[in-house]
């Protein structure tokens, strides 16, 4: 490691921000970096632990003690190998990944942790800039033919890895552009477009053709598919949106957050989008706390809104969680991220109890307060509402942002016949990624449920590795 | 040849493991006068030694004992004539003392076969005579196998020219005779065994207590059996199956000590046997084959040796010079002359290394010499009459006093002769100067010498590898990221070994997944209890790292005119320059020597067939080779391509070597190893120990050159390389002195190994002679390692497309190597004790018990076996009683910080267990309880190496006292805390300097064999006799044979450490690699005990990564009472394994002393005892199962383990643990666990006396006077009284001079020791080893009487090691001292007037006068103190080491100013700066004259201005430095302040 006090020495100094008044006037990002000499200084903060807890924190299991160390010599080329091999995309992951690394930090017990995303951010943005980023083409074909289906983080990952070893792979989509969530869930100010289209150009390099447009269950059957290739991978993603089932549901302004967020991102890559569905000059209530919402109230506070009012059914969580207890796991506390810093009111343990309209629009939402504790039996949380803690808001715009319940299952995975588990999601284990259906495999959060980029960045590198030993016998391709 | 008793190899138990010690002696008259007198004195010898020896059992049952006395001819004589036969004229017939068996027709078989022998050697039979015996006194189970004994005699031959010749006759039908008896295999062949066979010699001996020599055999009381020598050995061996052959004298020999080196030793003899010839022995050679038996003890093969040299033509003083040799190669001192002696000798024979004390006779000459180390005391006194007594102590006749002219001592490697028949003593320097002058060695040096680095550099470049890029070889042959980031780097840029910390939790390279190299099967030896490591930095001077590479001499070309040429490096390791010149020795040497390269590499796609094709092809190629008369071989692996994989190197040299050997070409020529696959220190020291005379690691140093910036900027690629070297030489001689080896040359071949994971088939194939206890892997695994790393090379796998696999053996890795400790297990182990949680907790107990994934111990692949019907968990001992058998580990504050330290002695306490203070004292407020009622008591205090702190006052507030014989991590080595670890807090409790760093020597300077354990142990009993003595051993094969002798030597307990216990610091190397798993330590232990039937008399305790309750249960099955953790206990209080405790910045406050971290530690008491509360729950749920209500039910139950089914590990697989789970067999009722006490004969001290005289100075402080008489029988005079002072008034004791004790007589060992303030000893005579060790404050004074003639500063007074561990007190000595005086001094002063070599070594703090001669190493490693030597001679600097001290004069002081401070109490020596030196001096000698009334002292004294420029001011550079500090300190007043 390169500094063996350089925890005691250096404190941990994350990058600044455009403050919110001027940021909120664009969507590009707005995180200005640190200077070569301060990042690196971060990267001495790290102790190049005996047990590197964030290695295991971190879903792709990135080797972060060995590129801090790089980093902090400045040996950047070598930290973009260690960081890709273990990570396909980590200038995604870099912006918008909650980093639990940095949760199970050991820095983190009793102090702050390394600024480990920063540095993964910067190490990849470096060596795009410097060229370092380039196609690796496979040495010999192997003649197999692989359809991917979803072009998000896990099919991207997924198709890249295969691609690498030799295999035809062919990825279908079905919005007009690649990327899934990527593209059109995310913001463009949490991450701009353009860096996807950079990787993509290097996918195609690799090999990968790319088919947008293609719905397959819809406009293209999975039976065809089945047929003309030696494996499929479903990664379709998760993107069944929980409701909320409460009077006035119908009312013209009440929206699932994904109806609103892919139109802004449209827009900033150029489209037309005729209707918009816009917060201008509205009172918005997002409802839901998690990163959908906050990419809601980003939006929402971009476009004009009047407010923006943030409900969170569960309560209000620490501010500082109990480390002793919680450490290395990602712990529950209060977080506030640069959406909600741009203006918005927040507020928990509030339950919807109705939507309230006039003439088929809405204008008013009903809540009331709640209170959790514990069963003292099962041991599970428990909510009650409490007794005439109703209150009524303005509402012009409600922006539903609860979650995922479970891929959609109709279509592809009806026409496929695969089976589900018990939470609807596609069944599937973690070391063969195969389906009920023989030759289909299947990743991310289709697989697993709704969850963040990292985990399907490496559920796409693990299911390459099982879809190659299935269609080779043995793989050499790293789990 | 078996012995008789000792039972076979079963289970872990092993007869080859058997290890000695002893007393030893002999009283001559120089004029060769006989007496029957002698034989009385030797016999006497033999009961005053009886201290040395052992017995087990059976209290009649000694470990043997016996005596060689010169051909007593009127007594045989006599006796012959009465039986019908006579004997011709003294010198023309021999007599053979026979062990013949019982059985009437089976003994008549064997005299047969003397007849049959002697007539075929033309000789004369002249009869057989019954010896005379008493068996009365002989206990049962020695009764049993006693053998019928008989006297051979024999005329010589009308053809046999000499008696010489005759002798060498008499040799080869003993050897003839021996090799017949082994042939017919008569059911008790085992009770044949000739003790001597000579026509000037002759030995009674057997398995017998010291004193029942001379009740058991009658001839010895008959009054006309006279000689004029008689030497004697009591034996203390550390079983209980000692055996009547055991017994020594051997025929020429009588041993004190141990040859660890003997596997190679042997080896190597019977590798010479095609290339020796012997103009003496002529055709006879050839009958002696084979020389020396397999299985006998070292000290017996050792006197094969020694007869093979005599009767080959060599005096015996020159034959005992080959074998033990002195050390001369870093000997600046020694003269040209007796240097090329030795230098020349080097090459004929590789020094039998080991601790030793040798006394030998051929009946005309009587002598003894001891190893290069001085490690054995031997001690001799001359009379007026020319009676000289020779004994491993004084005292052990008693001469009167007035009758003595000369007491002295054997000084390391130093010979005493006395040649009978010339009349006189030839000492040292006129036997070597005589020797040295026989032939022009230096000549011949200078004609046949060839240095390897003086010879012109070859022409000719290395071949470079084309077909293969560097990362495509390093992974071929399994290179990691780790290897060259933790290993590799340090090394190349510093030339040292890299250091880590905590334990190592990986598993052993037979568990693991991943393919390991060979070497990785193999695990270090090392020192423990019955043969000292040895200090390779401050002791460098013994060691040699010179190898040589060519052909032997012929060891029995005596008297050659024309020696052979040979070739020789300084150090093993050869640099890409030394191994071109190799390759083209030919043209370098004009063809002297010739050497040839094969090829160890296998086509890749052969497989393990081919690779076996391949071993076969080079052994039989080497054979062939040598035959055409190449006599250097290289074994390169160079050629390794896509097509060509390499066998591995350790394989193919273990394979050459042992093909060589055998067919008797091996010292024909020698093995060079060019390997790609050496890179590491172990790497070297296993090739080394299978035979590599010489290693070029190419890939390492290729390896070095690409690694650009990882190493300093300037730093070339030779200098890069010369320092890996220099690392590499480093971390071998650590590894050879971790045995006590002191040569390469002896280290080579010696195997000093045992193999872990190798099935027997393979290892009995290519590493005969190698330990391997679970069986494991063989050839096709092996070789399957080689392909799989082969084929990694040369994929196309994207991971190893530009790297190299991640290693994780040193951090964890998701795509490295398993580990024990994960972040789930921490985390979950931390979750569970934090908040309570049990079921928590068994997820944790879960993820480290089941390894379904991976396997990562032995134990992991246990079974536990359930009972049929279970028992309710309520009947089942509590988990309240269960906790009380846990302990925690020995750390020191130092390694850990306060604050982790006290927390667990808190908890431990109060749940009654125990917590270990570790090395390094404890600070006395922790021995009173706290307000709270908790105690921050340590319950174990642990007595290691360095006795930092071990204070009379630590030991008496101790319930254990644990002597730290190795550890786990790092066993046979020392350790050190660099200065600016040294605290004051630390300081203060280690009383020592803050800031001066602190070095822990390898071996407990007072035990280098198992009855010097024997004595400390009975030092500390003295000391706190409630209290239970512990010895800590660590597992290897051979630990339950050292458990046995250390039950023996009455330890109430020991612990068995696991190899992969934890440390603060460690060379990675150790952590690794030596030592072996617990489960096999611990089985062999209880096997052994049970066998020896000592089970029931101590207390045993395993540990070493001890996580879980299953941990626990498998260890009380294979035979533990009490269990250590060390390592869960501090993840429960935070850590994280950073194994980052060696850089002092633990981010949670633990292995740390920065205030600023101490403050992150969060660890609670409360914790602790959840995690213990938490195992012992868990080992009640196995109880349950398994049907046991009582722990004490359980312990030894090994029947209730099994092998895990359905393991399907591809290496695992192979394993057998049968032996682990073996049972022996033993008598019912045989205890199987710890149930009753020691015996410790506590109630013959003197000191009980002493006590009662004491009671108004220990009640009322009134002063007493005290006198008493004293002989070497009273041992660890003092102690028992300076613990009771220490129990009533602390360290502080009792006023100056409270209780003086007047003694006279000569002292047994350890007079004084641990001599608390206030006590005085005044001894008149003379004292034995260990004066004044651990002494605490008290006076210790000793001169001669009065009466006695000789000049005391040209006498020795007191033995070796003298002071060890002193933390304050005062010492006068009127004489001179020997080897080791004040070593590890911490605060005593000291004056003495002389001593012998490594003087002062390892002194902290304290003050040391000499008046006299100092021996060689003076002040080596003494890091704090001031010694004044009067260097007369002006020679000093020559022998004093001058790495850490640095010499300047005495300033003479002009104004005498009040000085209160003359004894130091631990308080900083502001003094030693400089401004008072001559005054402190002054009056130290002064008070020596006063007390001791020393002439010298007076002298000086009288002439002071002229005699004081004649003192040399010994001053520790880091000492000064800190001194100065404080006193600058001191000046601003912060002083007073800060020392708390």
């Not at chain 2, 401004?1475 to 004294?1501: C, F, M, P, Q, W």
Request: net charge negative; charged share 20%.
């Amino acid at each position: 490691m390169g500094k063996v006090t350089g925890f005691l020495e250096v404190e941990r100094v994350e990058p600044a921000s455009l403050p919110p008044a001027e940021r909120v006037k664009f969507y590009r990002e707005f995180s200005l970096d640190l200077s070569e000499k301060d990042l690196r200084n971060q990267g001495s903060r790290c102790m190049d632990c005996g047990i590197p807890f964030c290695q295991t924190g971190c879903p792709v299991n990135n080797i972060i003690p060995d590129w801090n160390d790089l980093v902090y010599h400045g040996r950047w080329q070598e930290a973009v190998e260690t960081l890709h091999s273990t990570n396909n995309f980590p200038e995604f992951t870099g912006r918008i990944c909650p980093a639990p690394c940095e949760a199970s930090c050991v820095l983190n017990i009793n102090s702050k942790a390394v600024t480990i995303k920063n540095i993964e951010h910067t190490i990849i943005d470096k060596a795009w800039e410097n060229g370092w980023v380039k196609p690796i083409i496979a040495p010999h074909k192997t003649g197999k033919k692989v359809a991917v289906i979803g072009s998000g983080p896990a099919g991207l990952a997924a198709a890249q890895q295969l691609a690498r070893t030799g295999h035809d792979v062919v990825i279908y989509e079905k919005n007009d552009r690649i990327g899934g969530l990527l593209r059109y869930g995310i913001p463009d100010f949490k991450m701009e477009k353009h860096l996807i289209d950079r990787r993509l150009e290097q996918l195609r390099a690799e090999g990968v053709e790319f088919r947008t447009q293609q719905h397959v269950g819809v406009n293209v059957n999975a039976q065809d598919l089945l047929a003309e290739y030696d494996a499929l991978i479903l990664s379709g993603g998760s993107e069944h949106p929980r409701d909320l089932p409460v009077p006035g549901r119908e009312l013209e302004g009440v929206h699932f957050a994904m109806n609103f967020l892919p139109q802004q991102n449209k827009r900033v890559a150029g489209d037309e989008i005729p209707n918009q569905l816009t917060a201008h000059g509205k009172h918005v209530v997002v409802i839901g706390g998690g990163d959908t919402g906050s990419d809601c109230v980003g939006t929402s506070i971009r476009q004009g809104a009047l407010s923006v009012t943030q409900f969170e059914l569960m309560s209000r969580p620490p501010e500082e969680e109990n480390r002793p207890l919680t450490w290395p796991n990602w712990p529950m506390r209060l977080r506030t991220s640069s959406s909600q810093e741009e203006g918005c009111e927040r507020d928990w343990a509030v339950g919807t109890k109705a939507f309230l309209g006039e003439n088929g629009k809405l204008k008013k939402l009903r809540a009331n307060r709640v209170d959790w504790s514990k069963d003292p039996v099962s041991g599970q949380m428990k909510m009650t509402e409490i007794a005439g803690s109703e209150f009524e808001i303005p509402a012009d715009l409600v922006l539903l942002a609860m979650g995922y319940v479970h891929p959609v299952q109709t279509g592809l995975l009806q026409q496929l016949g695969v089976s589900l588990d018990g939470r609807g999601n596609v069944s599937a284990n973690t070391d063969s990624y195969q389906t009920s259906v023989a030759k289909v495999f299947s990743a991310g959060d289709m697989r697993r449920g709704q969850s963040l980029v990292v985990w399907a960045i490496r559920e796409g590198r693990q299911c390459a590795r099982a879809v190659d030993e299935f269609l080779m016998g043995s793989t050499n391709l790293p789990r | 040849m078996n012995h008789l008793t000792l039972p076979p190899k079963q289970g872990l138990y092993d007869p080859k493991h058997e290890h000695d010690a002893c007393g030893v002696g002999f009283v001559a008259n120089i004029h060769g006068k006989k007496s029957h007198q002698l034989v009385e004195q030797g016999l006497k010898i033999l009961e005053n030694l009886t201290h040395r020896g052992a017995v087990g059992a059976d209290p009649l049952a000694g470990d043997g004992a016996g005596i060689l006395i010169q051909m007593p001819d009127s007594f045989l004589r006599d006796h012959t004539q009465k039986l019908g036969f006579s004997l011709p004229p003294a010198g023309e017939y021999g007599v053979g003392s026979v062990f013949l068996p019982q059985d009437p027709i089976e003994r008549q078989t064997v005299e047969k076969l003397f007849a049959q022998m002697v007539q075929e050697e033309g000789q004369t039979l002249l009869g057989w005579r019954d010896v005379p015996v008493d068996s009365s006194g002989l206990g049962e189970s020695v009764k049993k196998v006693e053998p019928f004994i008989r006297q051979i005699f024999v005329g010589r031959g009308a053809t046999t020219a000499d008696q010489q010749s005759f002798e060498r006759k008499l040799f080869v039908i003993r050897k003839r005779v021996e090799h017949g008896v082994t042939a017919l295999e008569l059911n008790q062949g085992s009770m044949f065994y000739v003790p001597s066979f000579s026509s000037r010699t002759l030995i009674y001996k057997g398995m017998l207590l010291a004193h029942q020599v001379g009740e058991f055999y009658l001839d010895l009381r008959d009054p006309s059996m006279v000689t004029a020598l008689a030497l004697v050995h009591q034996r203390f061996s550390t079983n209980t199956f000692p055996t009547w052959d055991l017994a020594h004298p051997f025929r020429m020999i009588a041993h004190n000590g141990e040859i660890n080196t003997l596997r190679g030793n042997v080896n190597w003899m019977a590798a010479r046997r095609h290339a020796l010839s012997s103009v003496a022995l002529g055709d006879d050679l050839k009958k002696l084959w084979p020389l020396i038996d397999e299985g006998q003890s070292d000290s017996a093969s050792f006197d094969n040796a020694l007869e093979l040299l005599v009767a080959g033509g060599y005096p015996l003083a020159q034959a005992m010079t080959l074998l033990i040799p002195e050390a001369w190669a870093g000997n600046p001192l020694m003269d040209e002359e007796r240097r090329a002696y030795y230098e020349y000798h080097a090459a004929l024979m590789e020094p039998w290394d080991g601790p030793a004390a040798v006394a030998f006779t051929d009946g005309r000459q009587i002598g003894a010499t001891l190893d290069r180390n001085g490690l054995r005391p031997a001690r001799y006194q001359l009379t007026k009459d020319g009676t000289i007594l020779m004994a491993s102590e004084m005292g052990v006749l008693d001469f009167p006093q007035d009758q003595i002219i000369k007491k002295w001592r054997l000084q390391p490697g130093k010979m005493l002769l006395i040649d009978l028949e010339e009349g006189r003593i030839i000492d040292d320097a006129e036997l070597k100067r005589t020797l040295a002058q026989e032939h022009p060695y230096r000549e011949w040096l200078a004609k046949t010498q060839l240095r390897l680095e003086e010879l012109p550099p070859a022409s000719q470049q290395a071949p470079e590898n084309v077909r293969s890029t560097l990362l495509d070889r390093q992974q071929a042959f399994g290179f990691t990221q780790e290897d060259l980031k933790f290993l590799m780097t340090p090394m190349a840029a510093t030339g040292q070994e890299a250091i880590g910390s905590m334990g190592d939790d990986t598993p052993l390279a037979v568990l693991s997944n991943k393919p390991r190299p060979l070497y990785q099967y193999f695990r270090q030896l090392f020192a423990q209890v019955t043969n000292p490591p040895i200090d390779p930095i401050r002791e460098e001077l013994v060691m040699s790292l010179v190898s040589f590479l060519g052909p032997r001499p012929n060891l029995l070309a005596v008297d050659t005119q024309n020696p052979q040429p040979r070739l020789e490096v300084h150090q093993p390791v050869l640099s890409i320059e030394d191994m071109e010149k190799i390759r083209s020795i030919h043209d370098l040497t004009q063809g002297t020597f010739r050497s040839t390269e094969l090829s160890i590499c296998f086509s890749a796609n052969s497989g393990a067939k081919g690779m076996e094709t391949a071993l076969k092809a080079v052994c039989a190629e080497a054979e062939s080779k040598v035959g055409e008369g190449f006599n250097v071989i290289i074994l390169s692996d160079r050629a390794v391509s896509e097509s060509m994989a390499p066998i591995p190197a350790l394989l193919a040299t273990a394979a050459v070597h042992h093909h060589l050997v055998q067919t008797g070409l091996r010292t024909s020529a020698g093995l060079v190893i060019e390997t790609g696959s050496a890179r590491e220190v172990h790497h070297f020291a296993c090739l080394a120990g299978y035979g590599a005379e010489a290693i070029h690691p190419y890939l390492a140093f290729e390896t070095i050159g690409d690694m650009g910036e990882y190493l300093p900027a300037d730093l070339e690629h030779y200098e890069a390389c010369k320092r890996f070297i220099k690392a590499v030489s480093k971390g071998l001689l650590k590894v050879m002195s971790k045995m006590g080896i002191s040569t390469y040359q002896s280290y080579c071949g010696a195997q000093i190994f045992e193999a872990v994971g190798l099935n027997s088939e393979f290892v009995s194939h290519y590493f005969r002679g190698t330990s391997s206890n679970v069986e494991g892997i063989g050839l096709t695994e092996v070789a399957e390692e080689v392909l799989r790393l082969h084929r990694i090379a040369y994929s196309d796998a994207p991971l190893y497309r530009d790297s190299l696999d991640p290693g994780g053996d040193y951090a964890y890795r998701i795509r490295g190597e398993a580990h024990m400790w994960t972040p789930e297990s921490i985390s979950k182990l931390q979750n569970a004790t934090r908040t309570g949680s049990f079921s928590t907790y068994k997820e944790y107990a879960k993820a480290i018990n089941t390894q379904a994934t991976e396997l990562l111990t032995l134990r992991g692949l246990f079974e536990i076996r359930k009972v049929a019907e279970p028992i309710p968990l309520s009947e089942v001992e509590s988990a309240k009683e269960i906790v009380k058998r846990f302990a925690t580990g020995a750390m020191s504050l130092g390694s850990i910080s306060h604050e982790a330290h006290s927390t667990l002695a808190i908890a431990m306490n109060r749940m009654g267990g125990k917590s270990n203070t570790g090395e390094g004292g404890e600070d006395p407020i922790r021995f009173k309880p706290m307000e709270s009622g908790d105690s921050m008591r340590s319950a174990i205090k642990q007595v290691a190496a360095g006795r930092f702190g071990v204070t009379t006052e630590y030991l008496v507030n101790a319930d254990d006292l644990q002597i730290k014989m190795a550890q786990g991590a790092k066993p046979g080595e020392g350790g050190q805390l660099p200065g600016h670890k040294v605290s004051k807090y630390i300081a203060k409790i280690r009383h020592s300097v803050p800031g001066v760093g602190l070095i822990s020597p390898p071996p407990h300077h007072d035990i280098y064999s198992i009855e010097d354990l024997a004595q400390l142990i009975h030092d500390l009993k003295n000391v706190n006799p409630r209290a239970r003595v512990s010895v800590k051993l660590v597992s290897e094969v051979g630990v339950g044979t050292v458990a046995a002798g250390v039950s023996k030597a009455h330890a109430d307990h020991v612990t068995i450490s696991g190899h992969d216990g934890g440390t603060g610091a460690s060379p990675l190397s150790s952590v690794k690699f030596a030592g072996s798993p617990w489960e096999l330590g611990l089985a062999e232990t209880q096997q052994t005990l049970v066998l020896n039937q000592l089970r029931s008399r101590i207390c045993v305790q395993a540990d070493g990564q001890m996580k879980t309750g299953r941990d626990v249960v498998i260890a009380a099955l294979l035979g533990a009472d009490e269990f250590g953790f060390a390592t869960a206990p501090l993840v429960v209080q935070g850590c994280i394994m950073m194994r980052k405790c060696h850089l002092n910045t633990c981010p949670v406050g633990i292995a740390t002393q920065d205030p600023e971290l101490i403050k992150r530690f969060a660890g609670q008491p409360e914790h602790v005892i959840n995690f213990f509360f938490f195992v012992a729950e868990e080992v009640r749920e196995y109880m349950a199962q398994m049907g046991f209500r009582t722990f004490d039910e359980m312990i030894g139950r090994a029947d209730m383990l099994d092998t895990r089914q359905g393991v399907e590990h591809w290496k695992a697989k192979g394993l057998d643990f049968s032996r682990i789970f073996y049972r022996p067999s033993v008598p019912a009722g045989t205890s199987l666990r710890w149930t009753d006490r020691q015996d410790h004969g506590l109630d013959k001290a003197l000191d009980h006396t002493l006590i009662a005289a004491a009671e108004p100075a220990l009640e009322r402080k009134e002063p007493v006077q005290i006198s008493t008489t004293i002989r070497n029988l009273n041992r660890t005079f003092g102690a028992m009284l300076s613990g009771e002072v220490a129990k009533r008034y602390g360290h502080a004791g009792l006023p100056e001079d409270t209780i003086h004790v007047k003694v006279s007589g000569i002292a047994g060992q350890s007079f004084g020791a641990f001599l608390a303030h206030g006590i005085s000893l005044e001894l008149q005579g003379e004292a034995n080893d260990y004066v004044g060790k651990g002494l605490s404050g008290g006076r210790i004074v000793i001169y001669p009487p009065s009466e006695c003639p000789i000049k005391p500063e040209d006498n020795i007074i007191v033995g070796n090691t003298v002071l060890y561990g002193a933390i304050n007190g005062e010492a006068y000595f009127r004489g001179v001292a020997g080897e080791r005086f004040a070593v590890r001094n911490s605060g005593a002063t000291a004056v003495v007037e002389g001593v012998g070599d490594h003087g002062c070594e390892y002194m902290t703090g304290g003050t040391v006068v000499v008046l006299g001669q100092s021996g060689r190493n003076f002040a080596a490693g003494m890091s704090g103190g001031v010694a004044y030597v009067l260097d007369e001679a002006g020679d000093f600097a020559h022998r004093c080491n001058l790495a850490m001290v640095e010499l300047e004069p005495v300033p003479a002081e002009a104004s005498l100013t009040d000085g209160d401070e003359l004894e130091s109490h631990g308080k900083v020596d502001v003094k030693h700066l400089g401004t008072e030196d001559a005054v402190l001096l002054k009056r130290l000698i002064e008070n020596h004259a006063r007390y001791t009334g020393s002439s010298r002292a007076r002298e000086i004294l009288d002439r002071w201005n002229e005699m004081l420029p004649r003192f040399v001011k010994v001053m520790p550079m880091e000492y000064r430095r800190a001194l100065q500090e404080l006193a600058a300190e001191h000046a601003a007043g912060l002083s007073s302040a800060a020392v708390q």
